[in-house]
């Protein structure tokens, strides 16, 4: 009873991780063609560093599935990363991105790089995760410096969250979960819930 339970609770969690990984593209066309339609708007209080770094962290997360054989992890990276373009490209047309933040994704383009080749890509992943789940607070900062949630969907911090979930469920159902996994999406979840508590504040 105990290994079928194991079994199917891996089985369950990687079919959320997929499946979160297409419902999640949703909010993300969504606030793609808000920052592209409203140009007076230039894409206010959407944070440029956390989309480019979850871009960043999609295709880490493809190399990673590679690395480990995972096949769940593997379409959610490359769905995510097909996401993330238009808006990366949207932020940069209409919002525009500052020295810093030009610095922070050449660096990363440049640290994506060296995940490729680097062999150990389970320390590359958990820097990365652990990264992101710091990164993922300047979304929060974002709309607490503009004190306004601006063009900011609660829908994309929302279904992160519910895609965190299953990240959680499959790092502790599955055998090739491990601590990484563990230790990142429950981090990651922490972030989350504090952008959503910002966004709930600011908003209008």
Same mark, same amino acid.
């Given at each position: 009873?105990?290994?079928?339970?194991?079994? #199917?609770?891996e089985?369950i969690a990687?079919?959320?991780?997929? $499946?979160?990984?297409?419902?999640?593209?949703?909010?993300l066309v969504?606030?793609?063609?808000l920052?592209?339609?409203?140009k007076?708007?230039?894409?206010?209080?959407?944070?440029v560093i956390w989309f480019?770094?979850m871009f960043f962290?999609?295709v880490?997360t493809?190399?990673?599935?590679? #690395?480990?054989?995972?096949t769940p992890?593997?379409?959610n990276?490359?769905? +995510?990363t097909?996401?993330h373009?238009p808006?990366?490209?949207? &932020?940069w047309k209409?919002?525009?991105?500052?020295?810093?933040?030009?610095?922070v994704?050449?660096?990363?383009f440049l640290f994506?790089?060296f995940?490729?080749f680097?062999?150990?890509?389970g320390?590359i992943? &958990?820097?990365?995760?652990?990264?992101?789940?710091l990164v993922?607070?300047?979304q929060?900062?974002?709309i607490y410096?503009n004190?306004?949630i601006g &063009?900011?969907?609660?829908e994309?911090?929302?279904?992160?969250?519910?895609? #965190?979930?299953?990240w $959680?469920f499959?790092?502790?159902?599955?055998e090739?979960?491990?601590w990484?996994?563990q230790?990142?999406s429950?981090?990651a979840?922490v972030s989350?819930?504090?952008? &959503?508590?910002v966004?709930?504040?600011? +908003?209008?």
């Amino acid at each position: 009873m105990l290994e079928w339970f194991q079994i #199917n609770s891996e089985e369950i969690a990687s079919w959320g991780i997929v $499946i979160f990984a297409f419902i999640g593209a949703g909010p993300l066309v969504l606030q793609t063609v808000l920052v592209w339609l409203k140009k007076e708007e230039k894409g206010k209080s959407v944070s440029v560093i956390w989309f480019s770094y979850m871009f960043f962290l999609s295709v880490i997360t493809i190399i990673y599935a590679y #690395n480990i054989g995972s096949t769940p992890i593997k379409v959610n990276g490359i769905v +995510r990363t097909l996401a993330h373009i238009p808006l990366i490209l949207g &932020l940069w047309k209409r919002k525009g991105f500052s020295k810093t933040e030009k610095i922070v994704f050449i660096l990363l383009f440049l640290f994506t790089i060296f995940a490729y080749f680097y062999p150990k890509k389970g320390i590359i992943f &958990l820097i990365v995760s652990v990264g992101m789940a710091l990164v993922t607070l300047r979304q929060p900062y974002e709309i607490y410096r503009n004190k306004s949630i601006g &063009l900011v969907r609660v829908e994309i911090i929302i279904l992160y969250i519910f895609g #965190n979930a299953f990240w $959680i469920f499959y790092a502790f159902a599955s055998e090739k979960g491990g601590w990484v996994l563990q230790a990142v999406s429950l981090s990651a979840c922490v972030s989350l819930f504090i952008s &959503l508590v910002v966004w709930i504040k600011y +908003r209008r």
